[in-house]
């Protein structure tokens, strides 16, 4: 009988007894089986890559472009003053039969042969301490951590990746390889757990995996931090072999299927239903509008002929009092609703959120209103979007 060391269901009897199975089975099952079907088990949100509220695609990304443009939770970060440009989209391109639909892909537009000392690109993911106090660092039980994923580059050569605690100022390196150009590759890194830093127990960035993929000598001059977790220097945070994603335009790289969990092997990747998965992404970005014209997005009430507030209640609770943004305050009308009438919107501003961020408060500039309720839409523009960010 096959022993019950991977993700299989079909292994276990479908009466639920595991009494039912050979001893040597059932112990398998209980001692090593039991944390692969874990659910949740995947810190990485979002690791299909299926999710990507604010757009499919982000043209002309550089230098000053620092932040969240397309996949959800990835944060696209360039550091100095780079004159490369990338495109970031959602792609269609995956690994074949590993049940993927989506990656998130990188194009360089704009080539950069020689990096300047503190130039740098990478794409990061962070994490909540709340949701790493089972991995009991600072402690002697400190638990290892195994980092899986499927990646794909013209480009082939050494990348970085690098654990970083950003509240502890600490980092722990280590390198891949793309062997094969242009065909996909599944990557598997394993970490110690750090025995001497916790992590704090909030709601605060503790930790992060950041795929580096082009860096200066400022970042790769010193010796790569590979042994162990020790105190973050600058130099030793990317592999003098690191390959520089940017220095031709015909250079493109892939990734999907992440996962990071606790212990030393990859379990099979953990899909989630797609409205579980938004509903985590939601946490930290909640995009309204993007998909159709004329759509409600909040309510409000005038007080005066130039200005009112609009509340909104957020589809999930936020991590942290969001920030708002808007397309353009030319995407968006105010709706009188007695007697009726329309007019453009002047301004659009985030006002308050509460502590818990049970609701938002929305200022809007308007003209020529009297004291009465309104609805906030969006005009015919279907790229019209108010987004809503708490991310890390």
């Known amino acids: 009988?096959?022993?019950l060391i991977g993700n299989n269901p079909s292994q276990i009897p479908t009466n639920g007894d595991l009494g039912s199975m050979a001893f040597e089975d059932r112990t398998n099952y209980i001692t090593k089986g039991a944390s692969v079907h874990q659910p949740f088990r995947n810190l990485i949100i979002n690791g299909d890559m299926s999710i990507a509220q604010r757009g499919t695609s982000a043209t002309g990304l550089g230098n000053g472009d620092t932040g969240y443009h397309t996949v959800d939770r990835y944060r696209f970060q360039e550091v100095g003053a780079p004159t490369f440009e990338f495109t970031q989209s959602q792609s269609t391109d995956v690994p074949s039969g590993q049940g993927f639909a989506n990656s998130l892909k990188m194009d360089c537009t704009t080539a950069q042969g020689s990096l300047?000392?503190?130039?740098?690109?990478?794409?990061?993911?962070?994490?909540e301490g709340q949701n790493l106090q089972y991995l009991k660092y600072g402690t002697s039980s400190a638990e290892s951590l195994t980092l899986s994923f499927w990646v794909k580059s013209n480009k082939t050569g050494t990348y970085t990746v690098?654990?970083?605690?950003?509240?502890?100022t600490r980092h722990f390196c280590k390198t891949y390889t793309i062997d094969s150009a242009s065909t996909w590759e599944k990557k598997t890194i394993t970490i110690s757990g750090d025995t001497v830093s916790s992590l704090a127990n909030d709601n605060t960035l503790e930790l992060r995996?950041?795929?580096?993929?082009?860096?200066?000598?400022?970042?790769t001059s010193g010796t790569l931090a590979t042994s162990g977790w020790s105190s973050q220097t600058t130099a030793n945070r990317v592999s003098s072999s690191q390959v520089n994603l940017a220095d031709s335009t015909s250079n493109n790289f892939w990734i999907t299927g992440v996962q990071l969990e606790a212990g030393t092997t990859a379990s099979d990747f953990e899909f989630l239903p797609v409205d579980v998965n938004l509903q985590r992404c939601q946490r930290y970005c909640q995009v309204y509008g993007g998909d159709q014209a004329t759509q409600s997005v909040a309510v409000g009430a005038?007080?005066?002929?130039?200005?009112?507030?609009?509340?909104l209640k957020p589809l999930v609770k936020f991590r942290a009092t969001p920030s708002a943004s808007v397309s353009a305050v030319a995407d968006?009308?105010?709706l009188q609703l007695s007697p009726f009438a329309t007019a453009n919107l002047v301004s659009f501003s985030l006002v308050s959120a509460n502590s818990s961020s049970d609701y938002v408060n929305l200022d809007i500039g308007i003209s020529g209103a009297t004291a009465n309720a309104?609805?906030?839409?969006r005009t015919t523009n279907t790229g019209a979007r108010l987004t809503l960010s708490a991310e890390l």
């Open 116 to 127: 300047a000392s503190g130039d740098a690109l990478n794409i990061q993911q962070g994490f």
């Open 162 to 168: 690098e654990f970083e605690e950003t509240g502890n």
């Open 332 to 334: 968006f009308n105010y």
């Open 302 to 311: 005038a007080s005066g002929t130039t200005g009112m507030v609009a509340t």
């Open 374 to 377: 309104y609805q906030i839409i």
């Open 1 to 3: 009988m096959a022993k």
């Open 209 to 219: 995996p950041i795929w580096w993929l082009a860096a200066g000598s400022n970042w």
